[in-house]
């Protein structure tokens, strides 16, 4: 993938930053945002398993935020990443 822009991704993702990326050849556009993943957890729809995409659920949500807090509670900061496209 090439970057063709990387901006900020405002008020709803404060210190996040989003890329968009030319995928091969030049097919499509994806939207790359990574970010806390705390913030980022909020916002997603849908995760991929095993190289598949499939609705996120609630239990995916409480999850991944329960590992979060687990490493935060060491000191460790998780970053998540999100795509578009």
Do not use: W, Y
Request: hydrophobic share 40%; charged share 20%.
């Amino acid at each position: 993938m090439t970057t063709v822009h990387c901006l900020p991704a405002g008020d709803t993702l404060r210190g996040a930053l989003q890329c968009l990326e030319e995928g091969l050849e030049g097919h499509r556009i994806v939207a790359i945002t990574k970010g806390a993943a705390d913030h980022l957890l909020g916002l997603c729809q849908s995760v991929m398993d095993n190289g598949r995409v499939r609705p996120f659920t609630e239990p995916d949500r409480s999850a991944m935020r329960r590992a979060n807090d687990a490493l935060a509670s060491q000191g460790v900061r998780v970053l998540g990443v999100g795509f578009r496209g």
